[in-house]
């Protein structure tokens, strides 16, 4: 587990990133699509915003050890934050952001180190374990809106070497099994990590190289996060070399979250 002030200050630049994309946008920008499918830039800052806003109460019922919000109460946050005019889902998604940074903030060590909550029958973690929960929601939503402006777009620095060390732990959360399966060394840059990636019954990214691997992917980290949460417009080059799995097979297993 990271350190908990490397995590709450990562999460911090994350939040002012979101701000520094969104604040400057006009009202054409704000309703033009994103790089996230279907959506525009003020629905995607509107799912962060309820996101932000379902959170604060996770954090709460952590530290508490109450329980967060059921289905019914979660469900009429998303209608209400869906019911919002474009301009007032992104200045809201903005305020709600900043708030669930400074709650974690405010929060001390100690009360971060005991909380405890499990969230959709899976998952099961501390207040630092939500803090990273959110770090790549924040991140990978923040480039969806910047890369539409700017092609040039990569993600923050400090929440890629976050992100890909939890990386293993979330690859099977939204990764699909491909018929025959398949495995792939992968072997990443700036942080330097390797992996095997497997996709025979259930979508596994682990630690290590593999020796008998249909081929080797080499990129940034940076762009293989984004390349398992679906978005293939990354600038960074993808050198792919295997006589078995192409750039279409990548995109297969991964659709998008």
């Known amino acids: 587990m990271p350190d908990p002030s490397l995590v709450i200050a990562t ?7 979101f701000a520094g994309v969104v604040s400057p946008l006009d009202a054409d920008a704000i309703r033009a699509p994103s790089a996230c499918a279907e959506w525009s830039v003020a629905q995607v800052a509107s799912h962060l915003g309820s996101g932000a806003e379902l959170a604060i109460d996770w954090l709460r019922a952590a530290v508490d050890r109450t329980d967060p919000l059921g289905p019914e109460q979660m469900h009429a946050v998303w209608d209400a934050w869906n019911g919002r005019s474009p301009e007032r889902q992104v200045a809201d998604a903005v305020a709600v952001s900043a708030a669930h ?4 903030e405010h929060a001390t060590p100690e009360h971060l180190a005991q909380a405890y909550i499990e969230l959709f029958g899976v998952l099961k973690v501390d207040g630092v374990g939500l803090a990273m929960l959110r770090v790549p929601e924040l991140v990978i ?19 890629v ?3 890909i060390e939890d990386l293993p732990t979330r ?3 939204f990764g699909r099994p491909q018929p025959g399966g398949w495995t792939l060394n992968v072997e990443t840059t700036v942080p330097e990590r390797r992996f095997t990636l497997h996709t025979a019954d259930a979508v596994r990214l682990e630690a290590g190289a593999a020796t008998d691997a249909d081929g080797t992917l080499r990129l940034a980290a940076g762009a293989l996060i984004l390349l398992l949460y679906g978005r293939t417009g990354a600038p960074d080059a993808i050198s792919l070399e295997s006589d078995r799995v192409g750039l279409a097979d990548l995109r297969a297993a991964f659709p998008g979250v």
């Open 11 to 17: 999460l911090r630049a994350a939040h002012d990133a």
């Open 101 to 104: 940074v400074a709650a974690f």
């Open 141 to 159: 939503h923040t480039w969806d809106i910047a890369v539409v402006g700017d092609p040039s777009s990569r993600l923050l620095p400090a929440a």
């Open 161 to 163: 070497e976050i992100i």
């Open 171 to 173: 690859a099977g959360l």
